[in-house]
């Protein structure tokens, strides 16, 4: 769907195009299809690190180890991990921040509290009811690297009556709206997302006016922000 959308996109016309990569692209083949039409192209959030284009990212790498470091300072010393696709950049950046600050925090990684390539909250409700109901050792907080799978984790501790954040620490990724009105009130990330689109924006519009298709690329970054909510304040 994502190639299709692309040579639609092409078959308008278009003047440049702006792109986040889908949970489900497993490589940037496709941007070719951009490039070998010299159609400007910025990528944000999910991007190709390795492809010589325009990107806008947030720092994801450094601010998932301060969420490990949140939870160490809030007394939370098993941590499990659910985590995107790690084939896209921006969530190989979050679990390499995560591994990262345990090792910075003197916590051990246990392999069978990560579990990568969970796209749904559905999918974060069934690890984490697997977690607490076939395992006699269990995490006493999970990160997650979407808000929507936190919620999925929060609905599954509901469920088998685990306190949060007493008993276990929660906390997911991008601040979305619902973060702030569930209960217990979920610690996020904010992205600035408004920031990212501004500045992807910017550049497209520069490139398009400049008519220079091959200049000097160049990676933007935008400072995320973790928010301390109740389900982490133990």
């Given at each position: 769907?994502?190639?299709?959308n692309?040579r ?26 951009i490039?070998d ?105 999970i ?17 088998i ?8 620490g ?19 990330i ?45």
């Amino acid at each position: 769907k994502e190639i299709d959308n692309i040579r639609a996109l092409i078959n308008s016309q278009v003047s440049g195009i702006l792109m986040s990569f889908s949970n489900e692209t497993d490589n940037s083949n496709h941007l070719r299809i951009i490039t070998d039409n010299n159609i400007p192209l910025v990528l944000f959030d999910r991007v190709d690190n390795s492809s010589d284009i325009d990107c806008i990212v947030n720092d994801d790498y450094q601010i998932s180890k301060n969420v490990i470091d949140h939870l160490t300072e809030k007394g939370y010393k098993n941590i499990a991990f659910i985590c995107g696709p790690t084939n896209l950049s921006v969530y190989k950046d979050r679990l390499n921040g995560f591994k990262n600050g345990l090792n910075s925090n003197n916590l051990k990684m246990k392999k069978q509290w990560m579990f990568e390539g969970i796209k749904t909250k559905g999918e974060a409700h069934s690890i984490t009811l697997n977690l607490f109901n076939n395992n006699n050792e269990r995490p006493d907080a999970i990160f997650c690297t979407g808000d929507t799978l936190a919620l999925g984790v929060i609905t599954a501790l509901k469920e088998i009556n685990i306190n949060i954040p007493d008993e276990v620490g929660v906390v997911g990724y991008s601040n979305d709206t619902f973060s702030e009105i569930i209960s217990p009130s979920l610690t996020s990330i904010e992205q600035f997302p408004q920031e990212i689109g501004s500045n992807a924006a910017k550049i497209l519009i520069n490139i398009i006016e400049s008519e220079n298709v091959d200049h000097a690329k160049k990676t933007i970054l935008i400072k995320s922000k973790l928010i301390a909510r109740d389900s982490s304040n133990k």
